[in-house]
T-cell receptor, first 113, second 115 residues
Framework: LAKTTQPISMDSYEGQEVNITCSHNNIATNDYITWYQQFPSQGPRFIIQGYKTKVTNEVASLFIPADRKSSTLSLPRVSLSDTAVYYCLVGDSLNTGGFKTIFGAGTRLFVKA | DTGVSQDPRHKITKRGQNVTFRCDPISEHNRLYWYRQTLGQGPEFLTYFQNEAQLEKSRLLSDRFSAERPKGSFSTLEIQRTEQGDSAMYLC?????????????FGPGTRLTVL
């Protein structure tokens, strides 16, 4: 199983760029890297997904080096509403074709005014 | 797109009672997942359906837990003889089912409190 390691918590200020790095040394060849955001008392929300190099959408960027053993979620100009838990996941394809998604404890980002 | 819905949002029960939760996935999604989440932890995988077939069950899913997805649409998760340790948020997610990417869309969860 591809396990991920990410910082337990991070603090930032409004308007700053936040980078959260996740380690996944045992990532398999076919695995994608996915990041989710979760607010209290809500289900996780998909942010971004990538396989290699860089992916950007309207919310974030995801940087993946060539060896794919880590990835960095970049949140540009965070606001107070970005305070949440961020999970890095590596898809563990089941033999059945589905995903036994392994969530770690996530990174608690706290954005201050 | 109405998203994934779960019912009820909150459930309080006494130890030993049975409870049942319902999940309605996004209509065109063929995969459905159940997770359990306790305070301060990430969601823990419980079980997974491809259409109506239950293809994977976690060891966390004791004999008191059963899940169904008749006709490959909505799903139910039943917990029999609830224990205080079952108190948690139960999350449902659905996906289109691409083998490698499988982006999951989560519902709001059902918070269970066992007294």
């Amino acid at each position: 199983l591809a396990k991920t390691t990410q910082p337990i918590s991070m603090d930032s200020y409004e308007g700053q760029e936040v980078n959260i790095t996740c380690s996944h040394n045992n990532i398999a060849t076919n695995d994608y890297i996915t990041w989710y955001q979760q607010f209290p008392s809500q289900g996780p929300r998909f942010i971004i997904q990538g396989y290699k190099t860089k992916v950007t959408n309207e919310v974030a960027s995801l940087f993946i080096p060539a060896d794919r053993k880590s990835s960095t979620l970049s949140l540009p100009r965070v606001s107070l509403s970005d305070t949440a838990v961020y999970y890095c996941l590596v898809g563990d394809s089941l033999n059945t074709g589905g995903f036994k998604t392994i969530f770690g404890a996530g990174t608690r980002l706290f954005v201050k005014a | 797109d109405t998203g994934v819905s779960q019912d009820p949002r909150h459930k309080i029960t006494k130890r030993g009672q049975n409870v049942t939760f319902r999940c309605d996935p996004i209509s065109e999604h063929n995969r459905l997942y159940w997770y359990r989440q306790t305070l301060g932890q990430g969601p823990e995988f419980l079980t997974y359906f491809q259409n109506e077939a239950q293809l994977e069950k976690s060891r966390l899913l004791s004999d008191r837990f059963s899940a169904e997805r008749p006709k490959g649409s909505f799903s139910t998760l039943e917990i029999q003889r609830t224990e205080q340790g079952d108190s948690a948020m139960y999350l449902c997610a659905s996906s289109l089912g691409d083998r490698n990417t499988d982006t999951q869309y989560f519902g709001p969860g059902t918070r269970l409190t066992v007294l």
